[in-house]
Structure formats: C-alpha cells, structure tokens
C-alpha cells in the first residue's frame, strides 16, 4: 500500500530529505479528500442547518444528517440516534461523565474501574464524577508483561462495580486491550454495568462493530481518523441515551421551551445544544469514506507489517527496551532507553527528519506505575511506508549512538 502521495502535507522536506511523519496518534494528516470535502462544503454548501427554510439550508442539513448515517454505518452502530457529534474524544467522555453526574443514577460507595493505561482523558472526567456522587476509582493494574491484568480485574469486579471504562488501544504503549473479555466479564458482574470504550486509537485501525462490541458507549476523534480538529464522536447505546438526561442546554436540543418547562428534542439532538460543526462533521465523514475506500483490512496488514518491522529493527537496538508484548499491539510502539532522556532522543530524531513524540502522552498514572517519566513513541498511519520505517531505524540507531 502506498497512499503517502494523497497526503499534501508529506511532501515537506525537512533538510534535504521528505519529512517521515510518525506522530499519527497524536493526529493523522489529511489527504486530499479530505482537504477538498472542506473548500467544497463553504465554496457550496455553507448555512446553518435544521431551522432554515431556504435552500442552503436544507442542503447543508440532508448533508450533516447523511455525515451521521455514515459514521453509523462505519461503526455498524443500530441507528443513527446513537450517534452523537461532539468535538472530539475527550469532550464525549465528558459528555457521558457529566450526564451519569446529572442522572443520579450512580451513588455513593459505586465503584469506576478504569484500567491503568488509559489516557487522561478516560481519569479526570470520572474522577469529576466521583467528587460529585461521592463514587471510588478503583485502577485495574497490568500484568508483569504490560497487558490488562484480566484476573486482578476479575477480583475488582463487584456489586459495587458501576462503570467500566478502558482504552480499546492504548496510546502510550500500543497494548490492544481485551474488551470483548473485559466486556462479558463486566456483565456476567452485574448486567447493568456501564462500559466505555475509548476508541481514540483503535478508530480507522481495524474494523469497529459496536453492535458486536456491546459496550454501552465508543468514543473517537476526529482528528485521528484523517478527519478536521474538533470533531468526533460519542456512540451510546440508544436505550442508555434515551434514560440519561440531558447535559448543555441551548438551541436544537429542545422540543418547547417557555419560561416555566422546556421539553427536549429527540436524540441525538438532545446532547448537540448549539450550532454544531456542520462543516466539521461532514468532513469528517468524508475522511471516513475514504479509509473506507481504502479498506480497515488492507489498513490493519500494512500498519501491522510496519510495526513489525519497526519492533524487529529497535528490539535488536542495544538498550532499547519496548514498552508491551511485541504481538497483539496497535499501530505503535512506545521505548524507553534507561540512559537517554526521551525528549533528547525525539530532538535528534526530529532533526533527522522523523517527527515522533516523546513523553508522558497523558497517561501519568501509568508513567508512575511504570516508574519512568516517559517514552518515546513511533505511531503509524495508512500513510506510512516500508522506507519510513527504514529511514526511522536508521535515525534512532545514529541518534542512540550520539546520546548513548
Ligand atoms: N484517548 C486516547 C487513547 C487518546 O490517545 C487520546 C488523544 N491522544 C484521547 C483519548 C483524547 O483525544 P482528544 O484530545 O482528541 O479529545
């Protein structure tokens, strides 16, 4: 698979030589597609939508509705209703977070497990959640190996237990986490068990199935996904929107509203209060049409293929040590090298054309219980090559050989 040429922006030279952009879980580029869906939107489209009598309008409003019904069909989500747009990952978690808050449907001494790789973004908001309804956060801890630990995670599991949350694939460490395992387990608990799905690194990686899944909600990024920033998406099972009340108020989220009783809208609007990102949310749907085009299978062998040649190469690298098993991982890889401080080593990286990220990747709790400070991080997109690979080995090689 060669798709680098759809992707403007690779044609940067840094030095002599064309950029090797391998920070694609920090947010993908956007091929040309994707850039045109966006010029083309305000060139021919551009009104705000729903309450329009006029043309523009109603244009732009089949087109946002359309947007949903293809995110719906890319995640095979049961109807349209359960998908919801937001500005991205974090906000949807929040979205969840925030209405469970509201619903007075969690009570004091429930218990939130999150598993220990997740990113801040899957901590803070129930953390929030807990100060408000005097919950617990209980961390599943992981395995010697770097693996969801499933047996501590058996033993946590309790009447108590209220909300399971966990990243499908962690961004620090790469680790495809169990969540058809995770999933049954949390049921077979307590059937009204909520789980979330953090679905900010798995989302345009491999095939999503949320009917399958059976999780209660699936979150994703835009921006992650070849999309625009500020996008993204929260799916929820209809049955558990529908009882959770709703959280911004403001236009389209309401049926009737008098100064002594507002009635709401019907989902999804119910959670988008005010004017959404029309232009944003069809783009995005352009981006997913393309990595449709392109195929998830075909996407998953060739980042697979990468990043096990990219394990292969760093693994026979004198202290390099990466983090997680070498199989059963995302697109990532995420090292540590005991003498070199992360940040000097993606500095001499970036310098030789390969742009990673270093650091703790907001995922401190697991930095601390990992007891490092943090990592530096090659992710790869459908945009990356056998020769991106190549060109990183040999930097990191020449970089280590500088710092070492
Ligand atoms: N979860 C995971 C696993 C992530 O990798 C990220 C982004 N790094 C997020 C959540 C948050 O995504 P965003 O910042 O786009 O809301």
Redesign the pocket.
């Known amino acids: 698979m060669d798709c680098r040429a759809d992707f403007p922006i690779l044609a940067t030279r840094i030095g002599k030589r064309p950029l090797v952009y391998l920070d694609n ?2 947010t993908t580029q956007k091929p040309t597609a994707v850039l045109e869906a966006e010029m083309r939107y305000y060139e021919q489209v551009n009104s705000n939508i729903h309450r329009g009598a006029h043309y523009l309008s109603r244009l732009a409003t089949e087109e946002h509705e359309q947007a949903r019904a293809t995110v719906a069909g890319f995640l095979n989500a049961a109807s349209d209703k359960e998908i919801v747009f937001t500005s ?4 949807a ?1 929040n979205l969840v977070a925030q209405t469970l808050a509201l619903s007075g449907m969690v009570h004091p001494g429930d218990e939130i497990l999150v598993s220990t790789d997740a ?1 801040h ?2 901590i803070v908001p129930w953390q929030m959640l807990c100060q408000r309804t005097g919950a617990l956060l209980r961390p599943v801890p992981l395995t010697p190996e770097l693996t969801f630990d499933m047996a501590a995670y058996e033993s946590l599991l309790s009447p108590k237990t209220r909300i399971v949350a966990f ?1 499908y ?3 620090a460490l790469g680790v495809v986490n169990p969540a058809a395992s995770i999933i049954a387990a949390a049921r077979r608990n307590r059937p009204d068990t909520l789980v979330l799905v ?1 679905g ?2 798995s989302t345009g990686h491999q095939l999503i199935d949320v009917q399958a899944l059976d999780a209660d909600f699936y979150t994703f ?1 835009g ?2 996904v070849y999309g625009p920033t500020g996008t ?1 998406v929260l799916w929820g099972r209809q049955a558990m929107l529908e009882l959770l009340p709703p959280w911004m108020g403001g236009g389209e989220m309401i049926r009737e509203v008098s100064f002594d009783r507002t009635t709401y809208n019907d989902l999804p609007f119910k959670y988008e209060a005010g004017t959404p990102n029309i232009c944003g949310n069809i783009v995005l749907a352009e981006a997913l049409k393309y990595v449709q085009k392109v195929g998830i299978p075909a996407i998953e062998a060739h980042e697979q293929k990468l990043t096990a040649m990219l394990c292969d190469g760093l693994s026979a690298m004198p202290g390099v040590r990466i983090l997680g098993p070498k199989l059963g991982r995302g697109a990532l890889v995420s090292i540590v090298v005991p003498t070199v401080h992360h940040y000097d080593l993606g500095t001499l990286l970036d310098q030789m054309g390969v742009a990673v990220r270093t650091g703790h ?2 995922c401190q709790p697991l930095m601390l219980a990992l007891g490092i400070t943090g990592t530096t991080r090659y992710s790869f997109s459908l945009c990356n090559t056998e020769e991106d690979v190549r060109r990183a080995l040999d930097a990191t090689e020449r970089a280590l050989a500088m710092l070492q």
Request: charged letters at 10%.
């Open positions: 879980a920090a991205g990952c974090t906000a978690i990113h973004s899957n990243p694939i962690s961004n953090d900010a690194q990024s921006h992650k993204g990747h907001c």
